[in-house]
């Protein structure tokens, strides 16, 4: 409902939202069911292959199959590891760093840590080389090598979700500075008119302006009308408004830094890229990451088409991207290449505004007298940026909860897994205790057994999930309201499991050894 009340306002009240699944994802959701039927099918035809006796006495819990040896295991899953870090390295040099290489090497990482989880396990029969206490509770995790593959995989899924979900949390614009100024430039207002202002007379309010505010610093745009592109947008845009910059204004303050070159342009011009021109004839542009990822579906090197103020079609080339911003949803050019696109373009209709220490107020007002003729609009860029991220605070609060409670589904999970493993060694508890084991003793090596289990899925899912979080935590830190948030989920974990355990063997403990022994 909150997503609804974002977009369906204005422009969007029509915009005819069909869909909120991407076209993507549809084969992906048409394939579970048939996918999770597969998988039924095949392990009921496993089990069939088996005696009833064999069955009886448990003797079907190992996927043979797949038994193989320690080295079978140990290629892949190096191999997923070796794959994350020549992602994480590609990344780096040509893409510097953005989120999507990181969170496709964290699910590297991943799938790697549990591939190798299984020789960590190792089986039975390596365990019971040396008799000890540790051999013991290893030998027992071992026996069953499949259900304990699955308690691992299973936690680390999830603390891995919780863990990046929360890593790409948006910063709080006002509280933020840092996070302030990336998303602002430095600028305090981002000002727009009804109709664009003359040169001269833009010229002339400047000059007014600076000699009342000498610090001040203004960002004149020229404005080619078109669809909003950014994120406010659900359908996207293929003519997005386009803003003629004066990019040796960005240059010389250091707003908005480009994060990403097109390969083959030197990255160290920085905004000077838009100032050239490109042997094919295309006029280079740049835009920010969600803008070309989302609300145009472009890529660095893509190039998209435009018709001049004669109707000829001309075509700007993506040759740079910066982070997000209050310029999102539009195509920045270099101010003198779109006047050579839109001559009878009559001067400024958007600036960004810079006031000098606390004279915000005093700024806004004096060019609300300047220029107010112009049907001027003074709005707060933090502002603008909080309404940029509110779309984004939505689906990380969405994919949070749902994190949250697959986790929690996760530790209810892995409690009734405790108790089936442990209410199906009945026998082995009842031979224990025949043979002098205490329950205290019975119960703190069923505790060791699965403790390492729990604490190698931990270990997985935490490590792939500070390798996908790479990008968001280099730009800020994770604050520490979410790092106890994480603690306190890890920590319900554990206590979930131990409290399952100690239920279990004090349970089962409990009952009459003789039936036990029946059995055995």
């Not at 043979?64 to 780096?92: N, T």
């Not at 669809?227 to 996207?236: E, H, Q, R």
Request: charged share 15%; net charge positive; aromatic share 8%.
């Amino acid at each position: 409902d909150q997503l609804a009340a974002i977009w369906q306002t204005g422009y969007f009240a029509n915009a005819g939202i069909s869909s909120m699944v991407p076209p993507v994802l549809m084969p992906v959701m048409a394939l579970t069911i048939p996918l999770a039927l597969a998988i039924t099918a095949w392990n009921v035809m496993r089990l069939a292959r088996f005696l009833p006796q064999q069955l009886l006495h448990n003797q079907s819990n190992e996927m043979r199959c797949f038994r193989g040896s320690s080295l079978a295991w140990l290629i892949p899953g190096a191999a997923a590891i070796l794959a994350a870090a020549a992602l994480m390295g590609y990344g780096f040099l040509i893409d510097r760093m953005v989120t999507g290489y990181a969170l496709a090497a964290g699910f590297l990482v991943l799938g790697g840590g549990v591939i190798l989880a299984r020789p960590l396990i190792g089986s039975p029969a390596l365990a019971h080389r040396h008799i000890t206490f540790a051999g013991m509770a290893r030998a027992n995790a071992a026996r069953t090598p499949w259900r304990s593959l699955s308690l691992v995989g299973l936690l680390a899924c999830g603390i891995f979700l919780v863990i990046v979900v929360n890593a790409n949390r948006p910063a709080d614009i006002r509280a933020d500075r840092a996070a302030k100024l990336r998303w602002t430039g430095g600028f305090d207002f981002a000002v727009s008119t009804a109709f664009p202002i003359p040169g001269m007379q833009f010229q002339q309010g400047l000059t007014a302006v600076q000699n009342e505010f000498p610090d001040s610093i203004l960002l004149p745009c020229r404005v080619r009308e078109g669809d909003d592109a950014s994120c406010l947008n659900p359908t996207g845009s293929s003519t997005p408004k386009i803003l003629g910059v004066p990019t040796d204004i960005l240059r010389k303050i250091g707003a908005f830094p480009l994060t990403c070159t097109m390969r083959g342009l030197d990255p160290a011009l920085d905004w000077r890229l838009l100032e050239k021109k490109l042997a094919d004839g295309t006029i280079p542009a740049a835009a920010d990451a969600t803008t070309m990822a989302w609300g145009l579906g472009l890529n660095i090197g893509d190039e998209l088409p435009v018709s001049d103020d004669q109707g000829k079609v001309r075509r700007l080339r993506i040759v740079a991207r910066f982070a997000d911003s209050i310029l999102q949803g539009n195509l920045i050019v270099d101010a003198g290449r779109f006047v050579e696109l839109f001559p009878s373009n009559r001067g400024a209709q958007y600036f960004l505004a810079a006031a000098p220490g606390n004279k915000g107020d005093l700024l806004r007002r004096r060019l609300m007298t300047v220029f107010g003729r112009y049907g001027l609009v003074v709005r707060d860029s933090a502002g603008r940026a909080d309404e940029l991220l509110q779309v984004e605070r939505l689906y990380i609060d969405l994919f949070g909860v749902l994190g949250a409670l697959g986790l929690l589904l996760g530790a209810a999970g892995t409690g009734l897994l405790l108790l089936r493993n442990v209410a199906g060694r009945r026998r082995e508890i009842a031979i224990m205790q025949a043979t002098g084991f205490t329950a205290g003793r019975i119960r703190w090596l069923f505790i060791r057994e699965h403790f390492t289990l729990v604490m190698l899925g931990c270990a997985i899912g935490a490590s792939a999930a500070l390798v996908a979080s790479v990008p968001p935590l280099a730009i800020q830190p994770m604050p520490m309201a979410w790092l106890a948030r994480a603690g306190l989920m890890l920590g319900g974990i554990v206590v979930t499991a131990g409290c399952a355990l100690i239920a279990a063997t004090a349970w089962m403990t409990r009952l009459p050894i003789l039936s036990g022994l029946r059995d055995e």
